[in-house]
């Protein structure tokens, strides 16, 4: 049985819950238990997937097909555990359970109340495999007080009341804010928030406070006084370098042993850190820098491309090198010549993103690689573009381009090299989907199979012919064009089993130039970097010692 931490977030949001929840998750199993990790968001969409990066983030897939919250991409980094669609879930999902059943009269004609109804769905939820792991980490998204996480809240509350006394704990993230013209930091937001869990029948066991700067032994005996912690149990959480430094800043701090406490586990499991030494070790002592450009159309919110980030950082911990990442507006392109701004670079990533804009400019941005010789990787329309820029300025197809692009045009103006995607195999089913169709949860998602001709760079890369990576998408490169480009030296080395859908292409004559249909960046890790990260840098540092 399931031993529950809930992690709530007070004062101010984006203080770092996720980051906390995941570091903790990676301190439990470095003392030998078993976690799982969820989050639970208050916003009413169903999902995040049909939700503007820029609003939210980027959009995290697991195997089984889930669009969730970027913080399951955290959670995944930190633990090595793969999420699954049962860790993520929204106030919008939740509604649409409840209302889906009283449709159907499972309800039997009752009035149908956020108590007990609603709240019942989410401990239902909570409860999903609670006997698989000694310790089950769930996140409430949002800050206490806000009103639509009122119901996930009382949830938690009412779930702890039934479980045995000393099966859950609460663990609540606040900010404690440096006022410089006193040259003091202030405990008066913490006790405001603790005071508004309290009114809703939760006290917090563990006190984790935001500040960049250390927490004088005066106010941490303030806040333990008017929060009713034990001083122990008011944990730091400075400004970090680095996210990854998070496991051991923590453990220094005594989060884990905190936990532990409250729990009433004695004597603790002593934890081995060594991973994260290792981990750390990479990052503070790199030998080398490369710089890698990194062309899309949601830079003004690096979140956007989260996992892309942390990828790079990881493949160059695998190189020991540090990753200079520097986004680009893919739509500068569309007017200027990329030259002057990419000529400096060791390496150029095109990402995945949706719809027109900015793609000429990803496409100029793969043919500037391809001319030059510069390391390229285009992840899911990143790929798209190459192959676009390919079958224009080498097959000869001047036209080419994406149905995407036409269907938003309501007209054909392109040689469709890009289709949308109607009809795929998943396990023993076929999949049908239409243009029309609604956006949410349609598109080709999650774990699927590619096979790797023998003997190609990116065989030699996995150091395997048969892979499986995530995808997200409801756009295809059609075969149709398979043969011309090949004339040309752009290789289909990668394919679905039943051969009819492209998962990689790359190019012969080139240094290292690889497009890839799925997104190898959700399933890196700082301990394990993804082998195509992990070889991209690589070939960026050869690149760079080239120049």
Known sequence: MARFIFITGGVVSSLGKGLASAALGALLQARGYSVRLRKLDPYLNVDPGTMSPFEHGEVFVTDDGAETDLDLGHYERFTGVHARGTDSVSSGRIYSTVLEKERRGDYLGKTIQVIPHVTNEIKDFISIGE????????????????????????????FAQDKERGQCIFMHLTLLPYVAASGELKTKPTQHSVKELRSIGIAPDVLVCRSDKPIPEKEREKIALFCNVRKE??????????????????????????????????????????????VADRIFNAEGEVRVAIVGKYTQLEDAYKSIAEALTHGGMANRTRVKAEWIDAEIFDKEDPAPYLSGF?????????????????????????????????ICLGMQMAVIEAARNLAGLKDAGSEEFDHEAGQ????????????WVQGNNTIARKVTDDKGGTMRLGAYTAILNEGSKVAKVYNATSIEERHRHRYEVDLSYRDKLEEQGMVFSGMSPDGRLPEIVEIKDHPWFIGVQFHPELKSKPFAPHPLFADFIRAAMEAERLV
Not at 241 to 268: C, M, N, T, W
């Open 412 to 423: 054909k103006r392109f040689t469709p090299v890009v289709y949308h995607l109607k009809e």
């Open 346 to 378: 060791n390496a150029i990533l095109v990402p995945g993103g949706f719809g027109e804009r900015g793609t000429e400019g990803k496409i100029r941005a793969a043919q500037f690689a391809r001319e030059r010789g510069i390391p390229y990787l285009g």
């Open 131 to 158: 006997d698989e792991v000694d310790f089950m980490l769930c996140e409430i998204g949002g800050t206490v007080g806000d009103i639509e996480g009122l119901p996930f809240f009382e949830a938690i509350r009412q």
């Open 233 to 278: 149990d008011v944990i730091a959480a400075p400004d970090l370098k680095s996210i990854y430094e998070a496991p051991l800043a923590y453990h220094r701090e005594g989060l884990d042993q905190a936990v532990l406490d409250a729990f009433r586990i004695s004597p603790a499991p002593k934890p081995n850190l060594s991973r994260w030494d290792d």
